[in-house]
């Protein structure tokens, strides 16, 4: 059973200056997206910022609504089109952990009021009331390294790391079977990403849960998913199992990531398509040609013509040792040049 299996997503955005406006320019921050996520699998979606990471997860959960495609969750249930109750219930199954969190805890809130928030908008407590509630509450912070009695304190008391602790904390208390990690590390000093990294290591092993973790980060992406979507403008590049992707990896977009990563050993520049660099850089806006093609050292008059559908790479040998243990999904890569 798939937790979740997103086809063909798409949502585009106006581009807000007044004079694209009038031309109805827009920019597909998610531009025909699919992905599965298994049961207890870890599936990572990875580019630079802008590429449409936080939109994805944001149509996931229904913050924003999709223009075409599907959402299923548990296979059967069609998240688009689930109405108030039904929603509420689905967002309490699959919990999204936001990147920034000084700005996701209200900080009038003690963390009690932060943690229970999740019951009070699914208007029922467990069995045993709103005692139990603070009760698990109160595990749940344990388990993230915190005390029980933090519960009594405010966001403002903790560090980035233990808000992330907090917000982690939040999105476990109602048992969730999908945990959307959107750049949940990126925040936080490089001593401290360690320290969450860790922590979800061993939330995955503790509890029956799928992640879908966002990282702009592809080496720390590969350390700690199962599997990896590649994205860059809206579309998947690559998709393939973390462990082969490391040495196999295809798509010189892929490659790109994986050498600015360890190169510079910062993130890459920002990419956010605005009306400004639109003209500079006009792909994604439904222009033809691969969108990577400005960029990429191997593009020809092809790539600048024709956008490569996604296919099946060749078989390596890696991967078919590990087809035999695992899943043994496809390499799948958006590229005629490979
Ligand atoms: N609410 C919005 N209104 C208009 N444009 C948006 C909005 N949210 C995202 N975008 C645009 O969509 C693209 C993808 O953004 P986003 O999903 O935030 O990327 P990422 O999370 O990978 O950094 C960017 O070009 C961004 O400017
Ligand atoms: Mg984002």
Redo the contacts with the bound molecule.
Sequence with gaps: MAIITVRNLK?R????AGFFARFGRF?Y??NDVSFTIGKNETYG?V????????????LLVRM?EADEGDIFFKDDTDVRSLRRGALRQYRQKVKYVF?DPARSLNPRMSIAEVLLSGYRASGSWPRGGEKKAREEAAAILEEVGLAPSDLEKRPAEFSGGQRQRISIARGLLMRPDLLIC??VVSALDVSIQGQILNLLQDIRARHDLSFLF?A?NLKVACYFCDRIGV?Y??KIMEEDDAIHLYKTALHPYTRLLFSTVSAAGREPA?????ADNLEADDT?TGGTGCAFAVRCPLADARCVAEDPPLRQAAQTAAQNTGGEQGGGRPHIVRCFKV
């Design positions: 949502k955005f106006n581009l807000e920019v921050a998610v979606l580019g630079e910022s802008g590429c449409g990471k936080t939109t994805t997860a944001r924003y990147q959107d750049e966002i702009h994205m403008k809206g920002d990419r956010t398509v605005t994604g």
